[in-house]
């Protein structure tokens, strides 16, 4: 069974940072296109951050632009998402996931692999 295992979640107040990791358990990604999703209660998932395979290609959503970075190491087999300057709408549970094509993608419905979730609340 193909697994992604995400660390890294807590709490913090607002202005505050976090740092998000996802590995594989079992098998290696450096091939797949990876992505960084959340979700809210009661809204929908939505795309955070996305990496080529090469890590050369990256995307952010509008409202993080600027305050998150997303890499990888491909040597190491691990997905990082580092958040800086926190906000009470970061609030969420985040998802890493990878993508079986050569291309990045932002739409869930795009990824085949998924994580369990970690979650990230921030407080004002």
């Known amino acids: 069974q193909v697994q992604l295992v995400e660390s890294g979640g807590g709490s913090v107040q607002a202005g505050g940072s976090l740092s998000l990791s996802c590995a594989p358990s079992g098998w290696s990604f450096g091939s797949y296109p990876m992505g960084w999703f959340r979700q809210a209660p009661g809204k929908e998932r939505e795309i955070v951050a996305a990496?080529?395979?090469?890590?050369?290609?990256?995307y952010y959503t509008d409202s993080v632009k600027g305050r998150f970075t997303i890499s990888r190491d491909n040597a190491k087999n691990t997905l990082y998402l580092q958040m800086n300057s926190l906000k009470p709408e970061d609030t969420a549970v985040y998802y890493c996931?990878?993508?079986?094509?050569?291309?990045?993608?932002?739409?869930?419905?795009?990824?085949?692999?998924w994580g369990q979730g970690t979650q990230v609340t921030v407080s004002s």
């Open positions: 990496i080529s395979w090469s890590g050369g290609n990256t």
């Open positions: 996931a990878a993508r079986r094509a050569r291309v990045v993608a932002t739409t869930s419905a795009e990824y085949s692999y």
